[in-house]
């Protein structure tokens, strides 16, 4: 089993930049897909980024394409959500995920860690 844990998460200004984080305790991510989602207070959950097992291969939702980016570090122990040019709208409580299955994906995730608060003022 895969525990995951995000960290990064805090207040900014709209059109500021943070980096989110979301490390596998205990072992390496390199068998998993990881993604990225959040949820916003009174909204279901949606995906936004998501990153394949060997990092070729993204997919982000239209909402963010452009302004965030993720990725994955060499010993693939740590994934990544850059996230720039941030509007009021991005405010939500940021999860990663991580399955063994499939490429990428929206959908079917195992693994989820506890979330980070990401808050942008206007």
């Known amino acids: 089993q895969v525990q995951l844990v995000e960290s990064g998460g805090g207040l900014v200004q709209a059109g500021g930049s943070l980096r989110l984080s979301c490390a596998a305790s205990?072992?390496?991510?390199?068998?998993?897909?990881v993604g990225w989602f959040r949820q916003a207070p009174g909204k279901e959950r949606e995906f936004v980024a998501s990153i394949s097992r060997s990092g070729s291969v993204t997919d982000y939702a239209d909402s963010v394409k452009g302004r965030f980016t993720i990725s994955r570090d060499n010993a693939k122990t740590t994934v990544f959500l850059q996230m720039n040019t941030l509007k009021p709208e991005d405010t939500a409580v940021y999860y990663c995920?991580?399955?063994?299955?499939?490429?990428?994906?929206?959908?079917?995730?195992?693994?989820w860690g506890q979330g980070t608060q990401v808050t942008v003022s206007s």
């Open positions: 995920a991580a399955d063994p299955r499939g490429v990428v994906g929206r959908t079917q995730y195992a693994y």
């Open positions: 205990g072992r390496t991510f390199d068998g998993y897909r």
